[in-house]
């Protein structure tokens, strides 16, 4: 959901808990969320674990090897703020279905990609997918779950699919090169997709927010991350004084800078810029950005 409007989902429903029809309600869809979750967590890890034996069978350099992580991790981070404001504009739970239908479409076409330029195509638009549905998905137990233990419950459980998405990523990864083949690091999507899809008639619908798309300030933002993690991407491979990778960190400054002026001034920004005023707010922004570099670094190592 957008960075502004976590507060302001409609109130859930009565609490039906009690009830043994209205607790295997709240338990399927429990599962829905946690499973999307995790299947969208589980392909940050699940593919560094694959990245030989894709280099091997696709032909792929050691720079475009990256690639493989990054593009899905940059179109993941790039557009999650808007996919949270779509879901805001028109209804949670549909965003949340096309993110899902899309991801798992993704999965099936990197699973069959023949090259690396198709793998990585798929790999972005499993990006797309996860930044519609993931904060659709946090967005969907406020509005599914009554106030109290079951909604407390279900926070809980969904940050956990967290760390456990991370963890198994890596053995499953493993396990899947090793007895099968690569391609079922993808694969293994497809049935948790359908399988989520098929459980979304359980998630309740929030009331509409008014407003637009930030539209211009995905573009630049995104833009800005992509330019910069290539010039990082290129310059380890090129040297840092290179035309191509000095051209790169001028276009992120640019972008980015572009962006940030555009949350300033924009009516409905995807960030607005006064969330940094806490300062206990933006100190866990940058400790959580710390954390996530050095586990992806580690990772990919």
Avoid: C
């Amino acid at each position: 959901m957008s960075a502004e409007s976590v507060t302001a989902v409609a109130p859930a429903g009565p609490d039906t808990s009690g009830s043994s029809s209205g607790g295997r309600h709240l338990r399927l869809a429990l599962f829905v969320i946690a499973a999307a979750q995790l299947m969208v967590v589980l392909d940050a890890t699940i593919t560094n674990i694959a990245l030989p034996a894709i280099q091997t069978d696709l032909g792929v350099s050691d720079a475009n090897l990256a690639w493989i992580v990054n593009s899905y991790a940059l179109a993941f981070g790039g557009l999650l703020l808007l996919g949270g404001k779509a879901g805001d504009l028109f209804g949670r739970r549909k965003m949340f279905q096309v993110g899902t239908a899309v991801f798992t479409l993704a999965s099936l076409l990197g699973g069959l990609a023949p090259n690396e330029s198709l793998l990585i195509g798929a790999r972005v638009l499993q990006g797309v997918g996860a930044a519609l549905a993931a904060p659709s998905a946090l967005a969907l137990i406020t509005t599914t779950f009554p106030a109290g233990k079951s909604r407390n419950t279900a926070m809980g459980v969904y940050a956990a699919m967290g760390g456990v998405g991370a963890t198994v990523g890596l053995l499953l990864g493993g396990t899947l090169t090793d007895l099968l083949d690569w391609r079922w690091v993808f694969f293994v999507n497809i049935p948790i997709g359908l399988a989520v899809l098929a459980g979304t008639r359980t998630l309740v619908e929030a009331r509409r927010h008014p407003g637009r798309l930030d539209v211009p300030g995905a573009i630049t933002g995104t833009g800005g991350l992509i330019a910069l993690v290539y010039g990082i991407t290129r310059g380890g491979e090129h040297g840092w004084t290179d035309g191509v990778t000095l051209v790169s960190f001028a276009a992120a400054a640019v972008l980015l800078t572009a962006f940030l002026y555009l949350q300033a001034r924009t009516v409905d920004p995807m960030m607005p810029l006064r969330l940094f005023k806490d300062r206990t707010r933006s100190g866990s922004y940058a400790t959580m950005l710390f954390i996530g570099a050095g586990m992806f670094a580690t990772f990919y190592l």
